[in-house]
C-alpha cells in the first residue's frame, strides 16, 4: 500500500525514537541528536515512518524557494516556462526542501524511498496550506544519492556546483499533477 505524509508520526517532544541506521554517519546523527532540535526551532519538520521496534525512514521539510540569483535568469525563465505571463516575471518560485532523508539500511532499495518522495509530491500538491510549486534538494554528490532522485523526476537546478559535495536538485510539482491526472 502506498506510504502518506499523514500516515507519518511527526517528531515532537514526546516522541520517543525508535532504533535508525541508514549506514550514514551524518544523517544518523541528525536524525538521534539534531531533528528534534530543529523541530522546536521551527526549522525542519521531521515525519517518522515506524516499524514496531525500529524506525523504518525519516524525512525533514522545511520552506524553500528557487530564486533567480541561484538559478540565473535563464534557467529561471526555464522553469516558469508553463506560467502564464505575467506570474512569469516572478524573481523566485515557493518551494518544499528536502532538508534530510533517510531510509533504513535494511529497508533500502525496495521502493521505500520512492514512496515517501511519491507522498511528499502528493501532500504538496493537495494538502498544503500556502502555494508551492518545486521541491528542492540539496543531494549528496555520490551516483547512488544522484541517482535516487534523477529516478524520481529530479533535475539539477544549475551545473556551477557539479564538484561540490552536495548538488542542487528540483522536481516541478505541476509534473507530478501531470502525470497523476
Ligand atoms: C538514498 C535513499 C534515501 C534511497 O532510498 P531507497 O528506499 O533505498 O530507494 P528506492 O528503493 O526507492 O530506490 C529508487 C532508485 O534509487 C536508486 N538507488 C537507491 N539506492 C541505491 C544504491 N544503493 N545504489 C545505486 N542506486 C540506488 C536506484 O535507481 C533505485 O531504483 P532501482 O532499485 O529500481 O534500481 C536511501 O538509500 C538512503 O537513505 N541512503 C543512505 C544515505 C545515502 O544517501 N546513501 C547513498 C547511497 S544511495
Redesign the pocket.
Known amino acids: 500500500m502506498p506510504v502518506k505524509i499523514t500516515q507519518a508520526r511527526r517528531l515532537d517532544r514526546d516522541t520517543k525514537l525508535k532504533p535508525f541506521d541508514?549506514?550514514?554517519p551524518d544523517?544518523n546523527d541528525f536524525f538521534h541528536n539534531d531533528a528534534l532540535n530543529h523541530s522546536n526551532e521551527l526549522l525542519t519538520v521531521t515525519y517518522l515512518f515506524e516499524g514496531r521496534k525500529e524506525t523504518i525512514?525519516f524525512i525533514s521539510l522545511l520552506n524553500d524557494k528557487i530564486s533567480r540569483e541561484e538559478t540565473g535568469r535563464g534557467k529561471l525563465r526555464t522553469l516558469a516556462k508553463g506560467i502564464p505571463h505575467p506570474k512569469r516575471t516572478y524573481r523566485s518560485f515557493p518551494a518544499v526542501k528536502i532538508g534530510r532523508?533517510?531510509?533504513n539500511?535494511r529497508?533500502?532499495?525496495?521502493?521505500?524511498?520512492?514512496?515517501?518522495l511519491d507522498a511528499v509530491k502528493a501532500s504538496f500538491t493537495t494538502a498544503n496550506k500556502t502555494g508551492c510549486r518545486f521541491v528542492t534538494v540539496d543531494a549528496?554528490n555520490?551516483?547512488?544519492?544522484i541517482?535516487?532522485y534523477q529516478?524520481?523526476g529530479f533535475n539539477f537546478l544549475t551545473e556551477k556546483d557539479h564538484k561540490d559535495d552536495t548538488r542542487l536538485m528540483y522536481f516541478d510539482l505541476k509534473r507530478f499533477i501531470q502525470d497523476n491526472s
Do not use: H
Open positions: 541508514c549506514n550514514d544523517l525512514a532523508m533517510g531510509v539500511i529497508y533500502q532499495r525496495k521502493g521505500m524511498g520512492t514512496e515517501i549528496y555520490n551516483p547512488c544519492t541517482g535516487f529516478k524520481n
